[in-house]
Nanobody
Framework: QVQLVESGGGLVQAGDSLQLSCAAS????????LAWFRQAPGKEREFVAA??????LYSESVRGRVIISGDGSKSTANLTMSSLKPEDTAVYTC?????????????????????WGQGTQVTVSS
């Protein structure tokens, strides 16, 4: 079991920066990836970024504006977002995968993540 708790969401203006934090506890030593997904109203859940063995993976929609970082312990995944846009408004959720794949591409899919946090709302006003 892995428990995930997100923090750092809120209301910001377009162009602002924001950092989200994900704290994992439990069987984190068996975690192969920590990721952030987001879901806007009326839209499907979307991959944002992931940390896999300290390697960062990014969605093309946020590449260059988002940095995912951890502390090397597999128990933290921070998401620093800059130049925020109204279309970044969504519930951002942290997820953990206990599945090991040799190919990074698998970690872009929500299907490999078995543990999810409650999510934190990010609202970007124009």
């Amino acid at each position: 079991q892995v428990q995930l708790v997100e923090s750092g969401g809120g209301l910001v203006q377009a162009g602002d920066s924001l950092q989200l934090s994900c704290a994992a506890s439990g069987r984190t030593f068996t975690t192969y990836a920590l990721a952030w997904f987001r879901q806007a109203p009326g839209k499907e859940r979307e991959f944002v970024a992931a940390l896999r063995n300290n390697k960062a993976l990014y969605s093309e929609s946020v590449r260059g504006r988002v940095i995912i970082s951890g502390d090397g312990s597999k128990s933290t995944a921070n998401l620093t977002m800059s130049s925020l846009k109204p279309e970044d408004t969504a519930v951002y959720t942290c997820a953990a995968s206990l599945l090991l794949y040799k190919i990074d591409q698998y970690y872009y899919s929500s299907r490999v993540y078995g543990y999810w946090g409650q999510g934190t709302q990010v609202t970007v006003s124009s």
